[in-house]
């Protein structure tokens, strides 16, 4: 069916490949060559010996049209990349007069302010100025060049290994005649994603079959992310009307669990929602601990609409700080449909918000019992046009139970502003 | 030097290699097959596609000795990583009688619940209990069993998807004879982490070079984290007395940095040493907005310790409920040292907490000046044995500025409590 460009990205690190660090940059990268219509056909991660990463590259350059490869560009004798993309691709090494003179210049800023001689820097400038022969610089990130090579029917781009200056490079890989040429013959398709909340993934998955599913153009995928349940489409030029048709089958037997057609969080959503109402929002929080409060904070802009928390883990916090009646804790405890109900009420009048959602739960492994299990959780809305509750066990570790509880106290205050919204209409 | 068996670890998932979801499982198996002394070579992530996987199935054949693979055990035609290994190691396919028994008993059951006839998973079932001839199975993930194939010198281990099914299935897989027969070909290695907070990644690079190096046995990679750096070591069996030679030499020059010589995160440290001198220990939390509560309870028994937070995004809030003096305010802005401190002051006033810190900055990307810029952050802790205080202007995005202030509270927290321990001692 997809007739695009065969993309490999090669990402070398020994800490990436023993499972140390988290690589980024495949994802990144991938994302970038599925954005721009080239197929990512492989991430390949590998150490820096000389064999892997030969291995992974003569690989990439057979059957790759664009192959990236990221890391392993610093001045060291470990940093084999540049070495090692020349002998894949057959050519020889040129030491570069101008990145010479270029890097020389940083190298000596750098001798200096160190009190060290330039002489113990030499040996590292000559090996990040020696470039395979035809390759051409696209700038400096410290002082390694990112570069761009053509070797037979594949283009081959090399970007230094942190994600910021591989990104910064990136950008100017696209600008190439190498890479444009290899663009202009890929068709980017249209990304789109659908959000759920509150079905299941198979029930999504089921949704979707019933709809039609793959084929004509367009490829999906499903993701349950913490209860939400993305649905991404991959949709060809020409496809886009099978797409509609597709997401409106999928859509109609589960209209009311979409919250969304875009890319802003749910956090996002939300302040979005409080805002086009004119309204403030703030969290009181046991068993997330803040996590609520942190999720709607990441997001740029979100002082304009939330005023602050109350993290009552203690249950002294939650009956000074949030004036939860001592007696509703005694009868019903911390853990409560009753105790969630004063928390957020109590929020609301002690930070002064007009929506407060408060979250209270056994996050676990310890503090379960056979009445309230380890992921129970008490969630309660409450704003100026009334409010919703919610429980849930949810299953899971530690983690998971919070991010769950996080993530459903999040689309608790969606769908109480949704509904107050809907009945205000 | 190393002379480990080699292994390969492959990924196959289509939303992973196009980086619409970021791979658990490479860097888990990774750091299992480091563990067990066997190198990770390389870790390939590739789509469902036919080409892709088989691709990768045969170089992985050809050069590990253990061959990892993951995903792609599902009922459904896109789900060809069985059909695949078995071509790969070129035997056939046999429909497995037992399995077939036990994954059709499930089957029945799903139906059943369902209420849909049992007819329309039966082909379902037969692809799942079909397996390559030879193959041992480990035992069913949902409906999918895990399998170990031995093909020439490779042991091929074929796990689940879902990473909690993988790690199961993985645990048993280390348990059959043939892996158990490379890994006796295996020297286990010693994995030992120094931490390092206040001091730079290239100067710990610099001390490690002087201190000799990689070799003899020893490899180490360095990593930074929001701050902290993370040095790793991989001691081969007869290697000690040099890495401990290598730490000596390496921690020596950085002693006042180095905090952590075990894996414990930063907030278990923290709570560690509030839990040994009986302090409760509280948050006051502006531009981090609650993610320093957080990570505090995201340690189990969080809730001995640690007793609440106030997120105090709004002025008023860090007036009224952390008792901030209006005109500390207006004197010094809500980002100063004055007010950090009155936030720290009134968050054991207000919340009783023996022990508080307070966070102060601009997250930026809105709401810089030129007197106060975007990444500006002041802490300030308090306890019963006397206060700390520091500012920073951190580098990069929101999410950065916060992560770091969060990271440098928890370290302002210890350093407060170590510096009263050893002035007590």
């Excluded at 309230?372 to 570790?397: I, N, Q």
């Amino acid at each position: 069916m997809t007739t695009r460009p065969r993309g490999f990205i090669v990402v070398t690190g020994s800490e990436l490949v023993r499972g140390e660090r988290r690589d980024l940059n495949g994802p990144f990268l991938a994302n970038e060559l599925l954005r721009h219509g080239v197929e990512p056909a492989r991430i390949s991660i590998v150490g820096d010996r000389e064999e892997e990463l030969s291995d992974a590259l003569a690989q990439a350059l057979g059957a790759a049209e664009l192959c990236v490869v990221s890391g392993g560009l610093g001045p060291t004798h470990d940093d084999r990349t540049v070495e090692l993309v020349a002998r894949a691709a057959r050519v020889g090494l040129v030491l570069e007069e101008g990145l010479h003179e270029e890097i020389g210049g940083i190298s000596r800023g750098f001798a200096e302010r160190l009190g060290r001689p330039y002489v113990d820097f030499e040996a590292g400038v000559r090996k990040q100025a020696t470039i395979p022969e035809g390759a051409h610089s696209l700038g400096l990130a410290g002082t390694a060049p990112g570069l761009v090579l053509e070797h037979g029917d594949t283009v081959v781009v090399v970007l230094p290994g942190p994600p910021a200056e591989l990104q910064r490079l990136w950008a100017k890989a696209l600008e190439t005649e190498p890479v444009r040429r290899v663009l202009t013959r890929a068709q980017p398709p249209e990304l789109r994603r659908l959000r759920f909340f509150g079905t299941s993934e198979s029930a999504v998955a089921k949704a979707l079959a019933d709809a039609g599913g793959d084929g004509d153009g367009v490829e999906t995928t499903i993701c349950a992310r913490d209860f939400e349940i993305h649905v991404d489409l991959v949709v060809e030029p020409g496809a886009e009307a099978r797409a509609d048709e597709l997401t409106e089958r999928l859509v109609s037997p589960l209209e009311r669990y979409l919250f969304s057609r875009d890319e802003r969080p749910i956090e996002a959503l939300v302040l979005d929602l409080c805002r086009g109402r004119g309204l403030t929002l703030g969290t009181a929080e046991s068993c997330t601990g803040g996590m609520v409060a942190e999720r709607l904070t990441s997001v740029r802009g979100s002082s304009e609409v939330f005023i602050g928390a109350v993290v009552a883990y203690a249950d002294e916090i939650k009956i000074r700080e949030l004036g939860v009646p001592p007696d509703v804790l005694s009868r019903h405890g911390a853990v409560s449909a009753e105790t969630a109900a004063a928390m957020a009420t109590g929020a609301r009048e002690r930070l002064g918000a007009d929506v407060a959602v408060a979250v209270t739960g056994i996050a676990g492994p310890d503090g379960g019992s056979e009445e309230k299990p380890v992921g129970l959780v008490f969630l309660h809305v409450e704003g100026p046009g009334g409010s919703r509750s919610a429980d849930f066990v949810f299953p899971g570790d530690r983690g998971s139970v919070r991010r769950r509880a996080a993530m459903t106290a999040l689309h608790l205050i969606r769908r109480l502003l949704e509904q107050t919204r809907d009945e205000s209409a």
